[in-house]
């Protein structure tokens, strides 16, 4: 892992990225459709802890983590893999994933407003107004005109998935904060595969054993997002963030959300809709503004966050 990648190597790299991340929203929810959201974010996580093992021995990578790292093992494995992923899953069920990819992306607001809680971290104006322009446009996707106030598991899907974005902005807090004894994509290992032992544990309670109807499509779906989505896009988002600029990196990420509304449509059929663009316009613009003006986190998601969209 010594140096860094070619300019033009790591674009491909980072485009390889906003393509699995964009398209894991709309196979999570088409899994979802065949296998309980705990089971499936369990699965996940156990595929991918298998695909990063060798990829870590092989590149001398491979450690047992130290004293000093295990809290942000924990914190990320629960926060992140558990709480984020599985909250998404289960919001899928209910909430098309073009709505749900923008709700999740609204976890920069919240760590603008978490740093500076936390981490007394000023909001500067620009951040300020980035913020603003991100409520307005949870106003436009809560508006009664464009969601329907009286269906019930619409509005909870819609809940599930903010809360997921709170339990990644309360990670990424805790992330910048911690002083790391190893690299981040040396603990990506350990980190999945306590998710999957925890969600496992978990869904074994709620869910009962799995019972789970395999076919060809399924069994893709399941690879596509633990070997793809998880492993692979970790691994490329660390040689990314060694060769090319922060800023340039999350400004780059943040066409994820305009991938997944698109896939969104030619996977799963969704509707394009115009007040999902407008809402997606105001909050992407506001982080994009902080991050031009230096008021954003630099990596919104990168390898140390395990950002595997769920």
């Not at 992330?175 to 306590?194: C, E, G, N």
């Not at 969600?199 to 779906?221: C, M, Q, Y």
């Amino acid at each position: 892992m010594a140096g860094g990648l070619s300019t033009r190597n790591a674009a491909v790299l980072l485009a390889g990225v906003v393509l699995a991340w964009g398209t894991s929203w709309p196979a999570t929810k088409m899994v979802v459709q065949d296998v309980p959201p705990l089971w499936a974010t369990a699965l996940r996580c156990m595929i991918a802890a298998a695909t990063l093992a060798p990829m870590l021995w092989a590149q001398g990578q491979f450690i047992v983590p130290r004293r000093g790292d295990l809290p942000v093992v924990f914190c990320t494995s629960l926060l992140h893999l558990v709480a984020f992923s599985a909250l998404v899953a289960s919001g899928l069920q209910f909430v098309p994933a073009g709505r749900a990819i923008v709700l999740g992306y609204t976890t920069p607001l919240w760590v603008g407003i978490g740093a500076a809680m936390f981490l007394s971290e000023q909001i500067t104006r620009y951040r300020a107004i980035g913020i603003g322009f991100g409520l307005a446009g949870l106003a436009v996707i809560f508006n009664p005109q464009t969601l329907n106030w009286s269906d019930r598991n619409a509005l909870f899907g819609s809940g599930l998935i903010l809360l997921a974005a709170f339990c990644w902005a309360g990670n990424i807090v805790y992330v910048r904060a911690h002083k790391w004894i190893s690299t981040p994509f040396q603990l990506v290992f350990w980190q999945v595969l306590l998710a999957a032992a925890v969600l496992s544990a978990i869904a074994l309670i709620t869910e009962g054993p799995p019972r789970i109807v395999w076919s060809g499509r399924l069994v893709s779906l399941m690879l596509y997002s633990g070997i793809v989505c998880t492993a692979f896009a970790n691994w490329a988002m660390t040689m990314v963030n060694r060769s090319l600029p922060a800023v340039t990196t999350s400004l780059c990420l943040l066409a994820t959300p305009l991938l997944g509304i698109i896939s969104a449509t030619l996977m799963l059929g969704e509707p394009l809709e115009p007040s999902l663009f407008l809402a997606m316009t105001l909050i992407i613009g506001g982080i994009a503004l902080g991050t031009v003006a230096g008021g954003w986190p630099h990596r919104l998601a990168p390898a140390k966050e395990i950002a595997s969209r769920p």
